[in-house]
């Protein structure tokens, strides 16, 4: 063999050389690849799919399932069962691309529904707190004002019909009568024997608080009472479609329960501050960890 054949000879062993290890050098990543795609594509326990990267859990799929099998009379199939699957996996493909399209931030419905949900979730973030009786009495010494009963009433009222029984000077004329009547010593009740029509729905003869007996007789009428001693009776109010008279008979003052008497209540404003502490927590560890530009001055 001359020297030229050998030097060609050897050029293509180092060519077949090289190009076998081109190959087992692909064919390792490949199996590399295929290894990590596969350790990537493991699903940990309590998952029951992945989409990209996300996973969706099975406690999640579980309650879809029973939501689905509770509408159901038949019991779920492996069909029914792979439908509910399929449906949360392409629940997440649409959410997933509606965040790429933006809508988080350029739809006012999305972004009012995910604030919504994000401060619901912080709210429920101390669902279950329940406090302690030393935390609970501590609360209602510094707010116990804010569970204070208001003052009640108890009310007699003489009410004259105007239009169209009568004119508004007829009622206000009867209503001087009768309040001449009630001031030269006769009964407020016989009075209103005498004078007063017959109301749909009379003021019950019981001890009211104010807001209830605006219900029966109107804004006009329980601000005159409120600021009437008691055994005071009112001069003519026009309201409505008549005129009254109103006698304060009693009135409760204004009082602080026991803490025993409002526990419920106090438990749940104590449940519903932490809520709005939680909120306000969050934000602000959310304006320190970001970045806020403002404009100044705002247009």
Do not use: C
């Not at 007789?217 to 005071?232: K, S």
């Amino acid at each position: 063999m001359d020297v030229d054949s050998a030097s060609a000879g050897g050029a293509r062993r180092t060519q077949v050389l090289l190009a076998l290890g081109a190959v087992i050098g692909i064919a390792a990543a490949v199996a590399s690849m295929m290894t990590l795609a596969a350790e990537r594509d493991a699903l940990e326990d309590g998952v029951v799919a992945r989409v990209n990267d996300v996973d969706i859990r099975g406690n999640d799929y579980l309650r879809a399932v029973a939501a689905l099998a509770s509408d159901r009379r038949s019991p779920l199939t492996a069909d029914d069962r792979r439908h509910v699957l399929d449906r949360l996996v392409d629940e997440e493909l649409l959410v997933q691309y509606g965040i790429d399209l933006g809508l988080v931030r350029s739809d006012r419905r999305v972004r009012g529904d995910l604030v919504s949900a994000v401060l619901a979730a912080q709210v429920a973030s101390v669902d279950g707190y329940q406090p302690t009786d030393a935390e609970a009495e501590a609360f209602y010494a510094e707010n116990s004002e804010f569970f204070a009963l208001p003052g009640r009433l108890r009310l007699a009222v003489l009410w004259i019909r105007g239009e169209p029984a009568r004119s508004e000077e007829e009622a206000m004329q009867r209503a001087e009568e009768a309040l001449a009547a009630v001031r030269a010593g006769q009964p407020f009740s016989e009075v209103r024997q005498r004078f007063g029509d017959e109301q749909i729905a009379p003021l019950p003869d019981a001890y009211l608080p104010a807001a209830k007996v605006r219900e029966y007789v109107g804004p006009t009428v329980a601000t005159r009472a409120l600021e009437l001693p008691v055994g005071g009776v009112s001069e003519p109010i026009r309201a409505g479609a008549g005129v009254y008279l109103v006698e304060v008979v009693d009135r409760e003052p204004r009082r602080v329960p026991e803490l025993a008497a409002v526990r419920a209540q106090v438990d749940a404003e104590m449940q519903r501050r932490a809520g709005d502490d939680a909120v306000r927590s969050t934000l602000e560890r959310l304006r320190r960890e970001g970045r806020v530009v403002i404009a100044e001055p705002l247009p």
